[in-house]
């Protein structure tokens, strides 16, 4: 039985793994025009969701995404993996010196779905129709857009609220900051403080 488990769960590991590197080769060919992009380069020193960055929040939406699209084709429904790598890759773009664009956070939140769509279609030659529909659309419920008209565009808006709510728990890999960071920040002191403890009555 044992041995059965573990033939399953390496199994398990191997498909998680090929995904994992199926959903990279997507974003890299779909993407690459924006990932290489100075605006992609400045989203790592643009804090956003609190604890993350633009770049980080954006690079989840665009995974996440993506592998909801695997699952919708794995039902027979077709959508358009290119235009959702460039939307989810473009969407927040806007975001990019909101101190200077934006009076409030609030518009800032309202707004930068149009921001970036210009942010957008200067990376990019040939901005498909699509992908500017998918970024207009990202915020709803919230902001001024309308609902999504398309499931590309409902698959990067639920992965943008999905991964928003990831963000503040993993936070950035590069600042140190998220919920999970901090409990591992925390437990580390703890673990210290009991070993100084330990310490101190062994003298």
């Not at 039985?1 to 997507?26: P, T, V, Y």
């Not at 770049?55 to 989840?60: F, G, I, M, S, V």
């Not at 503040?168 to 673990?191: A, F, I």
């Amino acid at each position: 039985m044992n041995k059965n488990i573990e033939q399953l769960n390496k199994i398990i590991k191997e498909k998680r793994e090929n995904r994992k590197e199926r959903i990279k080769a997507d974003i890299e060919l779909y993407g690459r025009e924006v990932l290489e992009s100075e605006e992609m380069k400045q989203a790592y020193d643009q804090t956003h969701h609190l604890w993350s960055t633009v770049a980080e929040h954006t690079l989840r939406v665009t995974a996440s995404s993506v592998l909801i699209c695997y699952v919708l084709r794995k039902l027979h429904i077709n959508v358009n993996i290119p235009a959702v790598v460039i939307a989810a890759l473009c969407h927040d773009l806007g975001m990019l010196d909101r101190s200077e664009k934006f009076s409030s956070d609030k518009e800032a939140r309202r707004d930068h779905a149009e921001e970036s769509v210009k942010v957008a279609h200067e990376i990019l030659d040939d901005m498909p129709e699509m992908a500017e529909k998918i970024i207009e659309t990202h915020m709803w419920p919230m902001g001024k857009s309308d609902a999504p008209n398309t499931v590309e565009g409902v698959v990067v808006s639920v992965a943008d609220k999905y991964t928003a709510v990831k963000d503040l728990v993993k936070g950035s890999d590069s600042n140190d900051t998220g919920v999970n960071n901090t409990v591992r920040r925390y437990k580390e002191k703890v673990k210290d403080a009991v070993n100084s403890m330990r310490n101190d009555t062994d003298k």
